[in-house]
């Protein structure tokens, strides 16, 4: 290989492909950046396995056509330092070298025969897509359920954001078995009927992504058991999830909840804050705290092993009195997403039943909670 390349635009397409690059001992292949050339252009591949992601630049000049396999950190930090906009990439007897007018450096290369086979040349222009979506619009859905799945791959049934269709709506849902997250997002068009669980790693890797480009139309595909989201020059691969999600419809259908606080969101947010400094390295439950309703006066008390807190508001309250004791950084991972300037709602059964929480008057996204046991 030997080709002359825009050394901005490399650094922004290696950027990209990083996001779902990691270190990998086992496998050190995996830990490294691809690249090949393609005609006049140059094609970029990051992946763990789990998640791939491509694109590709256009060369100022190819040379000489090739691939290779390289440890990508050291390269970025010095592709960072040159004055150079234009340099020269070769490879030279198993190395690769690069040069500007004033520097010459040397990197070992990875047996690029190694590499997975995984890279992917579908033909999205002879395909329909399931659906479309914004970049913006899509980040912003993955940040606001993915914090409630199983951050664990230990049981991959829960450790993935589960994505279905019903008409033209798609609905996300999370759980890691003590909460449930639940969004509904409606789209233009569905295409096929979707239903499919994203791996975790792959929501994480694709938002790091669509949080570090511009705004852009995104393209979701479904094809041979894998998932692909295509944007202009970026293309996601991930495999699925083949383990039954659980059964969320029957938490969601819920319908004894009987009691019901209300409060601003800001005021809330205000008050866990405050019940978090306290709770948050308790030994015995962390991030626990009871929560006593009585009438129209709400109580939060917190303790640890060497302090305490009690809070205490009015509040517009219906229903019986009730004592909870609830993680307040659960509470907080959901609030925190909500309109501040708005309303919430917390509905109640009993001290150990779930507690379903909202923003006032919306029914599109919403958060189951699995109280703690309550302690004497």
Known sequence: MKIRIRRAEFLKRLKIVEKTISENKIKPIISCAYIETRDSNLFFCGTNLETTITTEMQCDEVLESGKIVFQHQLVEEYLKELKDEIVTFSEIDGNLVIESSDSSSEFSLMNVED????????????????????????????????YA???????????????ESEGNKLKFVTTDTYRLVYLEKEVERVNEAIDVSIPLNTVEALTKL????????????FINRQIFFKMEDVLVISRIID??????????????????????????????KRIIIFVRNNNETKYGATFYIDGNIMQVNGVNEVAKINEELEVDYIGENIKIALNTKFLSDFVQNLNKNK?????????????????EDVEDYLY?????????
């Open 115 to 146: 590499f997975p086979k995984i890279l992917v040349d579908e033909d999205f222009s002879k395909r329909e897509e399931e659906f479309k979506i914004n970049s913006i619009e899509l980040a912003e859905i993955l940040e606001k359920v993915k």
């Open 149 to 163: 799945a199983a951050p664990s791959g230990d049981n991959p049934s829960i450790n993935c954001i589960r994505v």
């Open 210 to 221: 669509l949080r570090s480009i511009d705004s852009t139309e995104i393209a979701f595909y």
């Open 243 to 272: 383990m039954a999600f659980p059964n969320y419809k029957g938490i969601l259908g819920n319908n004894s909840y009987n009691k019901k606080l209300t409060i601003n969101a800001e005021v809330f947010i205000k008050i866990l």
């Open 343 to 359: 309303d919430i709602t917390l509905e109640f059964i009993a001290s150990n039943n779930s507690v379903k929480i909202r923003e």
């Open 368 to 376: 189951i909670l699995m109280p703690l046991a309550l302690k004497d």
